[in-house]
């Protein structure tokens, strides 16, 4: 095989991520076939394989492109270095920047994160070894480490008195994001054949702050 430049052997390695991204856009990712990406991107089948020896390891390298465009990091770290915010602001702003990322990519990351947690029901040790392949944190992964710590600790800093310890209650918020996530994509996709769905990120999680203030033991104007 001749000697390829790292650019010119990056630059392949992105095309079939971004057409495999295409693909996740309209199909399951558990329902994508080699076929479908070898397709998208007009490669011949050995043209795939020079770059990537299976589905999974370009589903993997797609996840790692996908966390450098959909980051929270940035905008969560400016919270909670600011000590200057009270609990209430804190948690009112580490949820209006998931909600507005969320609605940003509603339809498109949101959809494929989606999918992927179907997958890992379905399909546990797959999404597993997917997920592991992936290279870099995500933004849950930020939020458990991170934010949801230190609303903890803003909360004693506050001298607060949560009616629930500390840790229910972040494995409360762990759940709730799911679940708004969920419900908000299926509003999104199929709000018009789902019954009684019709839920907003933004409204969705302004109510989760408010919940998350009383359960801490804080005041909700």
């Not at 650019?7 to 199909?27: G, S």
């Amino acid at each position: 095989m001749p000697k390829v430049s790292e650019e010119y052997f990056e630059n392949k390695k992105k095309l079939i991520t971004e057409a495999t991204y295409n693909v996740c856009l309209r199909k399951p990712v558990g329902m994508v076939t080699m076929t479908d990406v070898i397709e998208e991107t007009g490669l011949s089948q050995g043209g795939i394989y020079r770059f990537y020896k299976n589905l999974d390891e370009i589903l993997s390298d797609m996840i790692t492109r996908m966390r450098v465009d959909y980051n929270l990091v940035g905008s969560l770290e400016l919270v909670t270095k600011n000590n200057d915010l009270s609990f209430e602001e804190v948690a009112y702003k580490i949820c209006d920047i998931m909600a507005d990322v969320m609605e940003e990519h509603l339809l498109d990351i949101q959809k494929i994160n989606f999918d992927l947690t179907v997958l890992a029901i379905n399909e546990p040790e797959r999404a597993a070894a997917i997920i592991r392949g992936a290279k870099g944190s995500g933004n849950f992964e930020y939020l458990a480490s991170v934010t949801m710590p230190m609303l903890v600790e803003a909360c004693m800093k506050n001298k607060l008195k949560p009616v629930a310890d500390p840790e229910d209650i972040l494995k409360y918020i762990s759940a709730s994001y799911t679940g708004i996530e969920m419900n908000c994509i299926l509003s999104a996709c199929y709000g018009d054949k789902v019954k009684n769905v019709d839920c907003k990120p933004k409204e969705m999680f302004n109510v989760l702050a408010k919940t998350i203030i009383l359960l801490f033991g804080g005041n909700v104007k």
